[in-house]
């Protein structure tokens, strides 16, 4: 099974339990918050509000005809939505996934999911350093996410912060856990040269 089919699956499991009206429900509780609030608070729910639009959509799409049941934003909008959001990644639309991982960031920010999203959707489209700036949230956000912390290494690496990266990984190993062997071979990887230190698509500057 391939990623995209994947994630299919995975947004086509969330659509069935009302994710899609979920996150269409949290869409319009942003934009009735943005509608009193100034800017440049105000740009930025809109934008978070047009990310769980766009989640919602592919989400109705996995499932069409499916029942909904509006019930705020609960554990099926934001399932639905990180689906929709790496459904998009895997189909090759990065933008449409760094606009979702921002609304789900800001629809719950105590959790690292949405933030990780964004920077793996940064990643793809080769803004490293921006992608730093979004794993080291989502690593802030749960210290003890291997997940986020390997990401977050490996976007350090290709920005330039080399020995940052190294740093960085060598903590995750001394932290134990299923994070370490993970930790272990990426610093395998970047010293043997099987990982360079820059791809061709790299863009060293922030947007």
Avoid: N
């Avoid at 993970?182 to 060293?204: M, N, Q, T, Y």
Wanted: glycine share 10%.
């Amino acid at each position: 099974m391939t990623d995209t089919q994947t994630f299919e699956e995975l947004a086509r499991a969330a659509a069935r339990d009302g994710a899609a009206a979920e996150c269409a429900d949290e869409a319009s509780a942003l934009e009735e918050r943005a509608a009193v609030v100034p800017s440049p608070r105000c740009e930025a729910l809109l934008r978070a509000a047009r990310g769980l639009r766009v989640a919602a959509r592919l989400l109705a799409a996995t499932v069409p005809g499916a029942a909904p049941r509006a019930q705020g934003f609960g554990r099926a909008g934001l399932k639905g939505a990180l689906a929709a959001g790496h459904l998009a990644l895997a189909r090759g639309r990065p933008a449409q996934a760094e606009l979702i991982g921002d609304a789900v960031h800001e629809a719950a920010p105590r959790i690292p999911a949405g933030l990780r999203l964004v920077g793996q959707a940064l990643f793809a489209q080769g803004r490293y350093r921006p992608s730093v700036r979004a794993f080291r949230g989502a690593v802030a956000a749960d210290p003890k996410d291997a997940y986020s912390r390997a990401l977050h290494a490996e976007a350090l690496w290709f920005a330039g912060e080399c020995e940052v990266a190294l740093a960085a990984l060598g903590g995750l190993r001394k932290a134990g856990g299923p994070g370490a062997a993970v930790a272990a071979a990426l610093e395998d990887a970047f010293r043997s040269g099987a990982i360079p230190r820059k791809l061709p698509c790299a863009r060293w500057t922030a947007p």
